[in-house]
Every structure is written in structure tokens, then in C-alpha cells.
């Protein structure tokens, strides 16, 4: 059998994601097999994860029972049936799992209970599960407790809430350390950016102030894409759904003085008038490391906005360097 380091093994993680988001489910289970294959324990939370999203919990279940009998200390997996168990309505079996999970050698007690949280939540008791987040402080779990407490109070409708908490507690969360990180900050800052915009139309710096700092954080944020649809409020039912491959520039920092341009090639899907009107909304949405005039269409297909979604950006990929690219095949 091939042997993988974790690194490529992360990296194939990552790629089934990306494949979940675009809806490519058969692409995605290939990798989870494989990962299963290659006794990886993501393989059965990734696998577990498609067949909730294809309506087989009951099946998702089972893979995943099946991963905590294969991996002692699999407190993880147990995390991801309980969420599973509170999906489907079963809080209490959610609860037992997590009680299990707990007395795992080696378990982070703070990452079961946003766990514990997400379920509370899930069966209503929506006080509960705000204060046990609230009083999550280690520094590698507070800003997801923080992010699902936007969450909920955003599904409750209590933007003012939001407003309050980014306003008292935002500034003692930590800097993020790795992309995961990066992207919970982000859900945060779009959060605030989306709770100003209920709040009061009129507080526009403060909403673009946050935007902003989101997609720096994520690039391909759902709910800042969201927002910024919303916030344009633009229909045309002759519109179409543009899937494109884009070449452009990406401003990368060097050791030596000055910057360095690298090529890249990136994914987007967008609703909008014209191949010429999704190239504008990407240059208006994109970061600012990237050149916008070097932004060009490589390959593109259009489908009928048959579900006359608004205007505006659905999903922005990870940007492939090219550069890079040919490194790695000279070496």
C-alpha cells in the first residue's frame, strides 16, 4: 500500500473538502475511501460527513462506530457522531457519546464541550448552551466558543447581542495561528459586519471596516459573500450562473527587498449579467495582494440562474501558484 506523510495526508483532507462545498460528492468519497483504505482516522469523518449531506445519517452513524472501534482514543470521532446524534434530534444519545469521549485518555475537555454547547443548542436550550460556551478561555478553543455564540444568537435574531459582545470581548481574541484559526476569525468579523447591517444600515465603516477584515482572513467566506449580496440586493432574471477559472497576480512578501508577483489560477462561481460583470464582482471583492488588472478568464461555463439568486459571488477556491507549481516538478 502507498505510503502517504501527514502532510499529504492533510492535504488530501483538504481537497475532499473542497469537493463537499462544490457539491462533488462522488470526487470527495473517492479521497475518503482512500483515506479509510490508509487507516486515517479523518477518512471516517470525512465519509461520515458525505452521507449526512446525501440524507443517510443512520449509514453515518454506523461508519463512524465503526472508526471508534478501529482507533483507541478516537475522542474526535466521538465528537463528530454526538453532532451527528443532535442533528437527527437524539440529544440524549449526543450527550452520552460526549460522556464517553470525556474519559478518553488524552481527550481535550474544551473542544468536547463547544461540543456540549452545539448540542444544548440544537435541543433548545439556548441559555445553557450560550453560558457554557461563554465560559470556555482555553486560547486555542475561545474563538470557536466566541464564533458559536454569534452563531446562535444570529439563528435567535439577536443582532443587538452580537453587536454587544464584538463591542466588549472581540479584542481579547487571540491572532490566529493556522488557517482554521484564520477562518473562525473570519466567520466572527462577517458576523459583526452582518449584525451592524441589522442593527443600523447607516453604520456603513464600521460594516465595510469588518467585511473586510473578514475576507483578508477568508477569502472565500460564505457569509461575507453572503452579506455583500445582500447588501447589493441585485436580481436580473436574465442573469446567469458563471462557473471560471481565473489567471492573475498575487502580491507574495520576500526575504529580499521589494515584493515578488507569482502567478495563480483560482476557481469562482458567481450570478451576474455577463462573463465581463463576474470578472468586475471578483475585482471588487478580491484582497488587495491581488492585482486586479492582471485578472483574466482562462475557461468558463454558464449555466441559467434558474433559481434567480442575486447577483454576486457563491465561491471563491484557494488560489494555485503557478510558480510553486514548477518548483516542486523541477525538483
Known sequence: MEQ????????????????????????????????????????YTLKASLL????????????????????????????????IYAQIGEANAAMEVLDEAEKIEGAQIHW??????????????VDDALNLLQQIEEPEAI??????QLEILDTIHRHDLIVDLIEEELHLLPVPNDRHEASTLANILARAAAAYWYEDEEQEDKIQHYLRQAVEYHRGNEIAMWLDREMDGDFDENSHVYELILEGELERDTETEGEEWVTFHCHYVAAARSPEDALNLIKEYEIEQIDKNSLKILEIESNENVEEAPLGLYYIGELMLILEQEEENAE
Open 4 to 43: 502517504y506523510s501527514e502532510e499529504e495526508i492533510l492535504q488530501m483532507a483538504d481537497v475532499a473538502w473542497e469537493h463537499m462545498d462544490l457539491g462533488e460528492y462522488d470526487e470527495a468519497l473517492v479521497i475518503a475511501e482512500e483515506l479509510v483504505k490508509l487507516n486515517q482516522e479523518v477518512g
Open 52 to 83: 449526512v449531506l446525501q440524507e443517510e445519517p443512520d449509514t453515518a452513524v454506523e461508519t463512524l462506530k465503526e472508526g471508534i472501534g478501529k482507533f483507541e482514543g478516537a475522542w474526535r470521532l466521538h465528537m463528530d457522531l454526538a453532532n
Open 112 to 125: 468536547i464541550n463547544i461540543n456540549r454547547g452545539i448540542t444544548l443548542f440544537r435541543s433548545g436550550q
Open 143 to 148: 474563538s470557536e466558543a466566541f464564533s458559536l
